[in-house]
């Protein structure tokens, strides 16, 4: 039941944004280094055009995260910054699940300018988390882009009233400046949202398989850079974060779009993946989304069997419980 409640509560928030305009190793190689390592590209693509998001991307700045310069002899307050995930559609529902989403605030001395800078979806959380099965293509296709986006001011309202908006430091303009230009090259080599990170159980010794990318790591990441900086960070309260966890026993390496969906004698298995995203379509009504629960329950939980997409390509994890939770959990700063 409990995996039930908690699949229940991440499917919503899953389906409900998904969205889209259109409405080379052997197989048996398994890793040899756990986690998997994220693989960074050496500059971002062009995003296809069947992707469009619901709700359009960076609206209020800079899409391509740049920033502007400041003086070096500035004084910038950095801020903690953390609401609900959707909380604009659904107030503190997501919330009530510790389901959230982390930004930093910055606020300049000289200029008196407030900043907010964080990393998310292009297409809403939803397509990275799941494909859209199309009808003239084989493999599963995906808008799985995330990026960070910068823009002037922070919403104190909104990461104040079901969050947090916490002063954490003091950084000068030249420790900005550099923070700056290391945020443009980690935008365009690390673009793809990762939404699980895999371990083989709960406890505190477990192996983890695959880590997450997604906005609270993009916050650690900046953290850790300000600190090699020479940043002083510190909290009043405890800096916890939310995290997304599967729980398998080691995985297999199946293959990637070419090499599964390419070849006649992998269709048994390219059947298999397409069948276990199909339960995860987007739009469904209410009676299909109630068999597409009991689907996934049988799947995951009865087969033990899950498809994971990573680094673009597909991994088969063995299914332990507790099998899924979200976690809010501490995470120093550095």
């Given at each position: 039941m409990r995996f039930l409640l908690t699949l229940l509560c991440f499917?919503?928030?899953?389906?409900?944004?998904?969205?889209?305009?259109?409405?080379?190793r052997p197989l048996s190689q398994q890793s040899s280094r756990w986690p998997v390592p994220y693989r960074r590209v050496d500059e971002r693509p062009d995003v296809d055009s069947y992707c469009e998001a619901l709700y359009p991307f960076c609206?209020?700045?800079?899409?391509?995260?740049?920033?502007?310069?400041?003086?070096?002899?500035?004084?910038?307050?950095?801020?903690?910054?953390?609401?609900?995930?959707?909380?604009?559609?659904?107030?503190?529902?997501?919330?009530?699940?510790?389901?959230?989403?982390?930004?930093?605030?910055?606020?300049?001395?000289?200029?008196?300018?407030?900043?907010?800078?964080e990393w998310y979806e292009l297409f809403q959380l939803g397509n990275c988390t799941f494909p859209h099965l199309r009808a003239n293509a084989s493999a599963p296709f995906w808008c799985n882009q995330g990026a960070a986006c910068f823009f002037?001011?922070?919403?104190?309202?909104?990461?104040?009233?079901?969050?947090?908006?916490?002063?954490?430091?003091?950084?000068t303009g030249d420790m900005f400046n550099d923070m700056a230009q290391w945020v443009q090259e980690d935008n365009q080599t690390g673009i793809y949202y990762?939404?699980?990170?895999?371990?083989?159980?709960?406890?505190?010794?477990?192996?983890?398989w695959f880590e997450s990318f997604d906005c609270s790591q993009f916050v650690h990441r900046t953290y850790r850079k300000l600190a090699d900086l020479g940043a002083k960070l510190s909290?009043?309260?405890?800096?916890?974060?939310?995290?997304?966890?599967?729980?398998?026993?080691?995985?297999?390496?199946?293959?990637?779009d070419s090499t599964i969906f390419g070849q006649p004698s992998m269709k048994d298995?390219?059947?298999?993946?397409?069948?276990?995203?199909?339960?995860?379509?987007?739009?469904?009504?209410?009676?299909?989304?109630?068999?597409?629960?009991?689907?996934?329950?049988?799947?995951?939980?009865?087969h033990k069997n899950f498809y994971l997409y990573y680094n673009s390509e597909y991994w088969h994890l063995p299914m332990k419980p507790?099998?899924?939770?979200?976690?809010?959990?501490?995470?120093?700063?550095?």
């Open positions: 499917t919503l928030d899953m389906l409900s944004c998904l969205y889209v305009r259109a409405h080379t609206p209020n700045g800079d899409r391509d995260g740049r920033i502007p310069y400041m003086r070096d002899t500035d004084s910038i307050s950095v801020y903690r910054l953390q609401a609900p995930v959707w909380e604009f559609k659904y107030g503190d529902l997501m919330g009530k699940f510790h389901i959230m989403h982390d930004a930093i605030g910055f606020s300049s001395a000289e200029t008196e300018s407030n900043y907010t800078m002037e001011g922070v919403d104190d309202v909104h990461w104040s009233q079901n969050g947090t908006l916490e002063k954490i430091g003091v950084i990762e939404t699980w990170t895999v371990r083989s159980d709960p406890g505190p010794n477990a192996t983890v909290s009043s309260s405890p800096t916890k974060y939310t995290k997304v966890y599967l729980y398998s026993g080691e995985p297999t390496y199946l293959g990637n298995l390219a059947a298999d993946i397409q069948k276990f995203y199909y339960t995860f379509r987007p739009h469904q009504s209410y009676v299909d989304f109630a068999i597409s629960l009991v689907d996934i329950y049988e799947k995951v939980v009865v507790p099998y899924m939770q979200i976690v809010y959990e501490e995470v120093p700063l550095p």
